[in-house]
């Protein structure tokens, strides 16, 4: 995954490297480092732990003609300092910092050994930098040398590239991993996105797969093949990619506690009080598809098992599939299929990959996803976007109540029934009612400390809830979890249950109330505690939390509210970094 930033152009480097690296660490925090030329020549601070550490190690000024900067997530190689970026080539004519992965990285190294290169470390990314100094040295120039080095790449790779001898220019390529540009004063900028580039500049470019070029100080060229290509500039919303705490002290329980006000605005935006605003063609490919498939990782996979109910209600043929699985085993079925992809950071490695087969086979594809101008939205037919505001938290929690939000007023647009956005509303206050009670969930949380293993069960609606609420919950808190529908307990999890696991029951529907309870009882029968969450329309005594009213057909929101808190109370009494869970990133831009 990994983050990147870059500047071109004399002045101190500092606070563009290091706030920007900061704001790109949900990308990767494994290990951080920088690059400044200037008249002393090449120097680079590198740290293996995250931006903050390397904050620390680094000087006050840095100034130069030219920087780089890198946040890692380790892919090839373990955090070290040999392998934390920006990584210099053999002969110390390059310094480079690379975001994704080189598959063919074995074929090129050993073609590098045998041209007499060494390697100090184990990642992908020095055999990029030996591999373009290679090429340098055999080609007449540096933008020749970056032609022949993306004939040989396989894999993703967004580059930013000094050359030594050029101080005056920042290089770049890309492919299938995000890079932007962004048009300063008296200096240039780019980066894996545009938050890192805002304080500087509101003129932003693009850059599309398999370009390449440079930067410097008043200019910028971009080339594909053997061609520059023109400049398309962008704008971007700076309200909505706003990184600030606002006096709370996680990024994961302020996105918790936005998401009320995020539903309220999806139904000012997509409704304007007498009709959908949602593109007439979008509705008309929706209407006419025979059959919906949606793709997806994580939480948005848990936000599409809700779509899924809503297309099978329109009496659409409907599935999901974890877009890892369907990018290698493509099902697509029905006479006129269309496509729905989730995606909050719409960066998604595995999803990029299912979307190019899509569009090879010329399908209509609809993405919903919280991140304008990103690779998911931009190749898409139709983009549907969320609006939720920068999802900092690598647990991801407003974006799945928007996704789910969005769908149901979707859903409302093809019936033409406006009482969803009534709907929505009642939603938006009894997620209020929630958060007014969240001491009570702190109270629960704290018991669940007592155990090792935690099973989530659910049936329907409250199936997805489970689902999104272990995964929360091991992600962020580290107790071992996982989620079953009600009724498989007793086909082999429960040879697992002993006084140290607790099962969460989200029981929520009057139809599977009665056998929810009986799969819990089962539980306690075998020393098991049970934590029973459950509707008010269902509520006993004894459950421990009982969810406000709303429509059923929306109702896996409020419970996965309510587990959005419980897992974050969980981790806080933990004492581990809530929004920084180890081992993962928020962007996930591998395969
Ligand atoms: C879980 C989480 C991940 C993401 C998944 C997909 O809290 O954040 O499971 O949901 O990596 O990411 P997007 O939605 O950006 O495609």
Redesign the pocket.
């Known amino acids: 995954m990994c983050g990147i930033v870059g500047g071109v152009g004399k002045g101190n480097y500092h606070d563009f490297l290091l706030n920007g690296l900061s704001s790109l660490d949900y990308r990767g925090y494994d290990s951080a480092g920088v690059t400044i030329v200037n008249e002393g020549g090449i120097k680079t601070y590198k740290v293996v732990g995250t931006v903050e550490d390397l904050i620390k190690k680094a000087p006050e000024e840095l100034n130069g003609f030219v920087g780089i900067g890198h946040t890692r997530w380790a892919t090839h190689g373990t955090p070290t300092l040999n392998n934390a970026h920006p990584i210099v080539s053999m002969h110390k004519e390059f310094v480079i910092v690379h975001n994704g992965v080189i598959e063919n990285f074995l074929s090129l190294r050993t073609k590098l050994l045998e041209e007499g290169y060494a390697f100090k470390g184990e990642t992908d990314t020095e055999i990029i930098a030996n591999y373009l100094e290679y090429s340098y040295h055999h080609s007449d120039g540096v933008l020749t040398a970056i032609k022949k080095l993306i004939l040989r790449l396989r894999g993703s790779y967004a580059l930013a590239i000094i050359h030594a001898k050029e101080p005056d220019k920042l290089y770049f390529a890309k492919k299938n991993s995000p890079l932007i540009i962004g048009e300063g004063q008296g200096m240039n900028y780019l980066a894996s996105d545009a938050v890192p580039l805002l304080s500087y500049t509101d003129k932003f470019i693009d850059i599309d797969d398999l370009q390449y070029g440079f930067l410097t100080s008043s200019d910028i060229k971009i080339f594909y093949k053997n061609d520059e290509v023109p400049k398309h500039y962008i704008t971007k919303n700076v309200e909505l990619l706003k990184k600030e705490l606002n006096g709370y002290e996680s990024y994961m329980l302020k996105e918790i506690e936005e998401t009320p006000a995020i539903i309220s605005r999806l139904c000012t935006n997509y409704f304007d009080g007498t009709e959908f605003k949602f593109s007439k063609s979008l509705i008309r490919s929706l209407k006419s598809a025979d059959t919906i498939i949606f793709l997806?990782?994580?939480?948005?996979?848990h936000a599409s098992l809700e779509g899924v109910r809503y297309m099978r209600y329109l009496g659409k043929a409907s599935e999901a599939y974890v877009a890892s699985e369907w990018a290698y085993e493509p099902v697509i079925f029905g006479k006129k299929p269309l496509f729905i992809l989730?995606?909050?950071?719409?960066?998604?490695a595995d999803?990029i990959k299912c979307q190019k087969v899509i569009n090879d086979y010329g399908f209509i594809n609809i993405s919903v996803t919280n991140t304008p101008g990103s690779s998911i939205d931009r190749e898409s037919t139709h983009s549907l976007l969320l609006n939720a505001g920068l999802e900092v938290s690598?647990?991801?929690?407003k974006?799945f109540s928007a996704q789910v939000a969005l769908l149901a007023i979707l859903v409302g647009a093809i019936e033409n029934r406006f009482n969803v956005i009534d709907h929505l509303r009642t939603l938006v206050d009894a997620l209020e009612k929630i958060t007014a009670q969240k001491e009570n969930i702190d109270l629960i949380a704290q018991k669940l400390l007592n155990y090792n293993l935690l099973f989530f069960i659910g049936r329907g609606n409250d199936l997805i809830a489970a689902k999104e609420a272990c995964?929360?919950m091991k992600?962020i808190t580290y107790i071992h979890s996982e989620a079953f529908p009600g009724g498989e307990m007793k086909h082999g999890p429960i040879a697992l249950i002993d006084h140290k696991t607790a099962l969460i029951a989200f029981n929520c529907e009057s139809m599977t109330n009665a056998a929810i309870r009986n799969n819990a009882k089962e539980v306690e029968t075998r020393k098991g505690s049970i934590f029973i969450v459950s509707s008010e329309a269902v509520y006993r005594g004894g459950d421990v939390f009982s969810l406000p009213y709303v429509k059923p057909y929306i109702k896996v929101i409020p419970a996965v509210y309510f587990s959005q808190y419980l897992a974050y109370f969980v981790a806080k009494h933990k004492g581990v970094n809530i929004d920084k869970p180890r081992n993962l990133a928020?962007?996930?831009t591998v395969e």
């Open positions: 997806s990782c994580g939480t948005s996979y989730i995606s909050q950071s719409g960066e998604t999803l690598v647990a991801s929690t974006a995964l929360k992600e928020k962007s996930v």
